[in-house]
């Protein structure tokens, strides 16, 4: 199957230019060829047959004059009329014989004279009507046949009256062979063919050469933007041949130079962005360190304060608790944007890990009414930054805890050959599959007027995609309203590894029966 | 914070040039029962810590004068003193330049008080318990003194600081274990909860180019795959 796709023609043509230039030119040829060729047989047919009929014509008249001559200065008291015809007639054909040059029958009242062998269906109808019509001399062509054994011949017929004395008009027609000039066509006709294929035969060749010569810098010119494509912006055309190859290849050379500078400018402006998120960290945090303490010195003595800078020192600290957490955020996603997130693999026991968080986070589950369960299997050993993995976990367990509705939350932890999987279940609102699409959506709300228990800043799935990502893994969410939610990461095993799939599915496994009975 | 530490105070010195911080630093530490004396400057962090002689050095890791990882540097080349980093810049390459200087541990800002005045205290603590059953073990080729807080290999002895110890002997106590990074956090760095594990990773690479043979091929410390760390099997020297 594979061998007769890779030759099938309309493939071939969509694909390959120098196929369908050569197939062009080719069908032109051809037509052109053929008009010519049909042109020129026909010009030297219709010559070589003119040339002919004036030659037979000039023969038969002078022929017929001889004879209607002898004929007329017949001594009839010696001779018969009828006797006379018939010598002359035999004396044309003898002289005809001469040379093979034409065959003669005279047509008398009782009988046919002349060469013999001659089948009288050799002379049409019609020139056998126009000669008792009119005097002149006709002509028109024929077929020659034989009574005896000799092998039909083109020919022509010339026609033309004798007169004799006191009696009716003899016909007489001479037939001439054109065998030679069908002879000569057909040769002029093998040339013309022969003179065709080889000119098509060099014009495909030539028109192909040509087009790989004009493809040579087009292909060029391919393999030095798969080269920019993979970033040797370095790499440049050679400038030879023609004006216009030329000129492809220095706007090759332009464009590459002028991505180079792009990229150079991109990269410089990045390492400004990364140096300023690294600044802005570390100016925003020590202060920040400074009144933190400050306000946990005052939270520390508040029971000694009057109600109202009791309550301010509260908040203080409070807020200072989401300011942090949201400048924290903010930086890590910073981070991220300036492509300056570094991973520090370790080898890593993702169901022990989903043991510690899920355990960790038991407590917020139970305050929040919810039953909170981890069903993993063991080996689910991959190569990842335990500390964003962990963030990821916390960030969806956290998630699936103010969503869940104090209903159960289950952590799925499965791994295969090539990858591990790690979902996270509740039972909880849920959400419209586009609600679903817009989660990881930087301080996206799935309701704005709902109250926040956990408190999340609005970034966290959106620095747990990135994180995913980093490890060449997928974050996935998927919810229904009133069925709740997974949220599913699925990493490789090995670092750097591409994934094909996920050990566990999107969809809630325990959900499938329900959603198949809906369609 | 009710315990009071032994006294005379544990002295602190604390290094950091944002002089608001310091000074919140020093009221923090004094509530909490410290001595703590503060530095501004990294090119005077080590005249000042020769003169105080303090028990555990708070450090900043951007210093004007000297960085912080030389100052973290120096303070090394003469004494195994626990040295805490305060740096702002938790996930960068400064942290482990600063572990690898040997830095004990690190809090990143902004910190709360508690966990900053608990890793303090942690890295007073000692986590050696007299009254460990065998008072010498063997680690490799290695004889740990327990009570004498001694290392040795034949005769002569390996001088290693309070944490690279305390790591050592962690190891050697259970000698067929493996322990993961987390559990190694939680028994030498006290963290309740797993934290970065660079810690150890950094830590267990310092003790091995003091205590290996060839650190390319320990065989006192092994990497177990997956999992972390062993105790090499007990050799006679």
Known sequence: MKGLSRIDPFRLWQRSLPFRVVLTTLSAAIVILVATGWFLMDQSSRGIIAGKTQASVAEASAVVANMQATLSATDLRTTSVSEQISRLAREAASRGQVGNQYFVVVETPISQIGTAGLAAESIPDNIRALVGKDDGLWSTPTMIRFTDQRADEPGLVVA???????????????????????????????????????????????????????????????????????????????????????????????????????????????????????????????????????????HAHRSSFDAASSRSSELLSAELDRFEDLLTELLEISRFDAGAAELSIDDVDLTALARDEVSALQRLAEDAGIVMTLDATDDCVAEVDVRRIRRILRNLITNAIEHGERRPITVYVRGDDEAVAIAVRDHGVGMTAAESGLVFDRFWRADPSRGRRVGGTGLG??????????????????????????????????????????????????????????? | MSEVPRSPAPRILVVDDDEALAEMLHIVLGSEGFDARLCHDGAAALDAFREYRPDLVLLDLML?????????????????????????????????????????????????????????????????????????????DLVIRVNEHTVRRGDSEITLTPLEFDLLLALARRPRQAFTREVLLEEVWGYRHASDTRLVNVHVQRLRSKIEKDPERPEIIVTVRGVGYRAGEPKSA
Not at chain 2, 103 to 126: C, G, H, N, S, W
């Open chain 2, 64 to 140: 004007p004068g000297r960085d912080g990882v030389d100052v973290c540097r120096d303070i090394r080349a003469e004494s195994g003193v626990p040295v805490v980093m305060l740096t702002a810049k938790s996930d960068t390459i400064d942290v482990v330049d600063g572990l690898a200087a040997g830095a004990d541990d690190y809090v990143p800002k902004p910190f709360k008080t508690q966990e900053l005045i608990a890793r303090i205290k942690t890295r007073l603590r000692r986590h050696v318990t007299p009254d460990a059953d065998v008072d010498n073990l063997r680690i490799g």
């Open chain 1, 461 to 519: 799935l959106s620095i747990s995609l990135e994180d995913a990502r980093l490890h060449g893994g997928w974050l996935n969410a998927w919810g229904r309203p009133g069925l709740g939610a997974q949220f599913r990461l699925t990493v490789p095993r090995r670092a750097g590894e591409q994934l094909r799939g996920s050990p566990w599915p999107v969809i809630p496994p325990d959900l499938k029966e329900f959603i198949g009975v809906r369609r």
């Open chain 1, 160 to 298: 033309t009256t004798l007169d004799a004395p006191g009696q009716a008009p003899y016909p007489v027609f001479f037939l001439f062979s054109t065998n030679q000039e069908q002879e000569t066509l057909a040769v002029v006709q093998q040339a013309t063919l022969a003179t065709g294929v080889f000119l098509l035969a060099g014009l495909t060749a030539t028109v192909y050469l040509i087009a790989l010569q004009v493809l040579r810098p087009v292909r060029a010119a391919r393999l030095a933007a798969e080269n920019l494509a993979a970033g040797h912006l370095e790499d440049r055309m050679a400038v030879v041949g023609t004006e216009d190859l030329s000129g492809l290849a220095r706007s090759m050379n332009h464009m590459a130079e002028e991505l180079d500078k792009k990229i150079t400018q991109l990269q410089n402006l990045s390492l400004v962005q990364q140096r300023f998120v690294s600044d802005v960290s570390h100016e925003l945090r020590t202060p920040l360190t400074t009144i933190r303490m400050a306000a946990e010195v005052l």
